[in-house]
């Protein structure tokens, strides 16, 4: 009986300090988690802020500042090797578009 208890003490010891082995690693990590969300974070709102300024530093429309109003959108002009080359793509597959206006 005594030796029954013993044993008993000794597991019980061990479970507890396994228990407060395993709170501390989840505490650590608890804390890792909260450092990496505060580096996403931060870098979201880096990303936006850049995303935010190269906005506001587009040129704007030769129209205005407003869109259309007729509902068409609008692009920024490719720039003519880019052109010639969607073109010659266009034609090898036996769709060439005439004045470069696709059909609606």
Same mark, same amino acid.
């Given at each position: 009986? %005594?030796?029954? $208890?013993?044993?008993?003490?000794? &597991? %019980? $010891?061990?479970? =507890? !300090?396994?228990? +407060?082995?395993?709170? =501390?690693?989840?505490?650590? &990590? !608890?804390?890792?988690?909260? *450092?990496? $969300?505060? =580096?996403?974070? #931060?870098?979201?709102? #880096?990303?936006?802020?850049?995303?935010? #300024?190269?906005?506001? @530093?587009?040129? @704007?429309?030769?129209?205005?500042?407003?869109?259309?109003?007729?509902?068409?959108?609008?692009?920024?002009?490719?720039?003519?090797? =880019?052109?010639? &080359?969607?073109?010659?793509?266009?034609? +090898? +597959?036996?769709?060439?578009?005439? *004045?470069?206006?696709?059909? &609606?």
């Amino acid at each position: 009986m %005594f030796f029954n $208890r013993k044993s008993t003490d000794e &597991r %019980f $010891r061990d479970l =507890r !300090d396994e228990i +407060a082995s395993l709170k =501390r690693l989840v505490e650590s &990590r !608890d804390l890792d988690w909260a *450092d990496m $969300r505060a =580096r996403c974070k #931060r870098l979201l709102d #880096r990303t936006e802020k850049v995303a935010a #300024r190269s906005v506001e @530093q587009e040129p @704007q429309p030769a129209g205005g500042a407003h869109p259309p109003q007729d509902g068409a959108l609008t692009a920024a002009a490719a720039p003519a090797s =880019r052109m010639e &080359r969607i073109k010659a793509q266009l034609k +090898a +597959a036996g769709k060439e578009v005439p *004045d470069g206006v696709l059909p &609606r």
